[in-house]
């Protein structure tokens, strides 16, 4: 019986077969921008296919054409993403930017409505908020904490219920880390679709990564990434990625095709490249995170943790979606300090080790000012409702010894002058740390 090997194994060969490529044991850089067709009938075909001028034949594939529709890169990419989510098929951007607009171009229309979780990564928030309305695309939001029957009745109340086309969440949401049940949101877009339309779920699952939750497995249709983080991971690549079904994915691809955002080959190659050490990276900053989360917790500067590992029972459905969606706790932390903007400058302008960066997902610990950097842009009334204030500092933990990072964050946060009493640590909280 054949053995069904696991993902971290199969992304050193899935999809590639060396004597195609000259015996080369990684796949080349197929850096050329046009494939020449054996014969006309067959570049006929190819672009049949292509433009869904026909059904595929069975055994039948898409030929390579141009490196705007595909390219062996991008083909054998695609094919190891889709292992980790256990999806049919999935499709590479330039940007993680790149595969959000799309999806949302693609499965919404002028007049349609659009069902959107609270808060987003502030460029999603940006499009969705500025550049939809745009195009006469209607938006309800909704946020963690609110009732199945709360959302339905909020999305009833636009009187555009038989108009919601999608349903767009980010889960943990970034920056807050807020936890969004994707069974509940799939159940939501089962109540309003009919047997001419489905509503379909699509989850941006950037701030887990492929390794540590699985959207696919809960109910989503599409799973987004912006795959400069976690999955490029050493912040020298741009990139998005969406998986679904054949059927979906197709349509993703056929308006990549046209707007033109797909990946370079070189961008295919540096993701394949970060793929063989992803879950060694994920688990290890996976680690460090519950180590530094356990650090903050005692910590007299730090009034609040934005962490699924400090989640607990008296947390109620929060805790219950991490045990049953996340892998880990993540590798993303945000904290309030005691104190404003003043006092979250001060940390991170003494940070020595840590780099002053937005991104995320890196090798290298980063640290940013969600207010005034990530989501400057979002509406003010949403940042303070959101909790995503002055004083919130968001970071991203790498792969380094994680004494050191801790070393570094606390000698950063006793820059801070202040008078109060030393938290006492909460011995309960710590105890959740545990990896899940």
């Not at 595929?56 to 054998?76: H, W």
């Not at 992803?278 to 943790?305: C, S, W």
Request: negative net charge; aromatic residues 8%; glycine residues 8%.
């Amino acid at each position: 019986m054949k053995r069904k090997m696991k993902p971290e194994s199969l992304m050193m060969s899935y999809g590639y077969k060396p004597e195609l490529s000259e015996g080369a044991v990684k796949c080349p850089i197929f850096m050329t921008s046009t494939f020449a067709f054996k014969t006309a009938e067959e570049g006929k075909a190819f672009f049949e296919l292509a433009y869904g001028l026909r059904e595929q034949n069975k055994g039948e594939k898409l030929g390579l054409i141009y490196s705007r529709i595909n390219n062996p890169d991008l083909e054998v990419l695609e094919n190891r993403l889709t292992l980790w989510d256990e999806a049919e098929e999935g499709a590479v951007f330039e940007s993680g930017m790149s595969a959000i607009t799309t999806v949302l171009l693609e499965f919404l229309k002028p007049g349609d409505l659009l069902l959107m979780s609270h808060p987003l990564y502030g460029g999603s928030d940006h499009f969705i908020k500025k550049i939809l309305p745009k195009y006469k695309i209607n938006i309800v939001p909704f946020k963690a904490g609110q009732s199945k029957e709360e959302i339905i009745s909020n999305v009833e109340k636009t009187g555009l219920a038989d108009k919601l086309a999608l349903i767009f969440i980010e889960t943990p949401a970034n920056p807050t880390n807020d936890l969004l049940d994707i069974r509940c949101c799939k159940e939501i877009a089962e109540h309003f679709s009919t047997p001419e339309k489905e509503i379909y779920l699509a989850v941006d699952n950037t701030y887990m990564g492929p390794v540590w939750q699985h959207p696919i497995r809960h109910g989503a249709d599409l799973v987004i990434y912006s795959a400069t983080k976690y999955i490029g991971g050493h912040s020298d690549v741009i990139a998005g990625a969406c998986l679904g079904s054949h059927e979906l994915i197709k349509r993703v691809k056929e308006l990549r095709t046209f707007l033109g955002n797909m990946a370079s080959p070189n961008t295919g190659w540096l993701l394949m490249r970060s793929l063989e050490t992803l879950k060694l990276r994920m688990d290890t900053q996976a680690y460090n995170a519950d180590k530094v989360a356990e650090f903050l917790i005692g910590h007299p500067a730090v009034e609040k943790i934005y962490f699924p590992g400090t989640l607990t029972e008296k947390d109620g459905e929060q805790y219950k979606i991490r045990q049953r969606q996340c892998l880990t706790n993540g590798g993303m932390i945000s904290f309030d300090l005691k104190g404003g903007e003043k006092e979250a400058f001060i940390f991170l302008n003494s940070l020595k080790h840590i780099k002053l960066a937005v991104s995320l997902g890196g090798t290298e610990s980063l640290a940013e000012h969600p207010a005034t950097m990530t989501h400057s842009d979002m509406d003010p009334a949403d940042r303070k409702e959101l909790s995503v204030t002055e004083k919130m500092v968001r970071l991203s933990i790498g792969v380094e010894n994680y004494e050191d990072i801790i070393y570094d964050i606390e000698q950063a946060l006793n820059k801070i002058s202040l008078k109060n009493e030393p938290l006492k640590i909460n011995s309960e909280h710590k105890a959740a740390l545990n990896l899940v």
